[in-house]
């Protein structure tokens, strides 16, 4: 059965502090990886990784992929109180139809 | 970018009435859809999986007749959940795939209560 693993679940920082959250996964094939960030309704698109090593930025964000070890992180620099939603890790399983399958989500709480 | 519209954003139903929940992608054509529900402080969970012009795929233990999908068109596919019951209130959710990147662009999502 195909598997997305997040940790930590939840996370409460401080404005200004770095988060590192990960991703593992197990699945029988493999086409990408996607970070989400879901606020109050849906989850907007921050990342897709495809190749192993390659780090993407976005700003305080970035993300990398590791494939040799089925996982990835997301890194947040210089956290503020925006940053506080969930964050979903999610993996293309299929490249014909694009179906996802998601993890649990990290939720972060950024406080002030 | 591409834009998934979702109708309606919250319903509040009875308890045995049917809801229709709609997603339209707005720019783009989607052959296919997918349809999540999640609940308070959970992730998004796949129920179906909508394929233009065909029968829906559900995930394991989503019930077919309970939760009917139709995608009549490149742009409409739309979830009725069919006598509906205090256990389905949850927040829906559709996603669209234009092909190619396998980048799913979401609807805002549909919170449903049954009282």
Redesign the interface.
């Known amino acids: 059965e195909d598997k997305v693993v997040q940790s930590p679940l939840s996370l409460v920082v401080h404005e200004g502090d770095t988060v590192t959250l990960n991703c593992s996964y197990e699945v029988t094939n493999f086409r990408s990886l996607l970070w989400y960030k879901q606020e109050k309704k849906a989850p907007t698109f921050l990342f897709m990784l495809t190749s192993s090593g390659i780090e993407k930025k976005s700003g305080r964000l970035s993300s990398i992929l590791d494939k040799k070890e089925l996982s990835s992180i997301l890194n947040i620099t210089a956290t503020q109180t925006g940053d506080s939603a969930i964050y979903l890790c999610a993996v293309v399983v299929s490249s014909n139809t694009g179906k996802l399958i998601f993890g649990q989500g990290t939720t972060l709480q950024v406080k002030p | 970018g591409a834009v998934v519209s979702?109708h309606p954003?919250w319903v509040i139903c009875k308890s045995g009435t049917s809801v229709k929940i709609e997603c339209r992608s707005l720019d783009f054509q989607a052959t296919?859809m997918?349809w999540?529900r999640q609940f308070p402080?959970?992730?998004?969970?796949?129920m179906a999986?909508s394929?233009e012009g065909s029968k829906a795929t559900y995930e394991q233990g989503v019930e077919k007749d309970k939760f009917l999908i139709n995608h009549a068109s490149l742009t409409l596919s739309t979830l009725t959940v069919t006598s509906a019951h205090p256990e389905d209130s949850s927040f829906y959710?559709c996603?669209a795939?234009r092909?190619g990147?396998?980048?799913?662009?979401?609807?805002?999502?549909t919170q449903l209560s049954v009282l």
């Open positions: 979702q954003s296919t997918f999540y402080k959970q992730s998004l969970m796949l999986t394929n959710i996603s795939s092909g990147d396998e980048k799913l662009f979401f609807g805002s999502g």
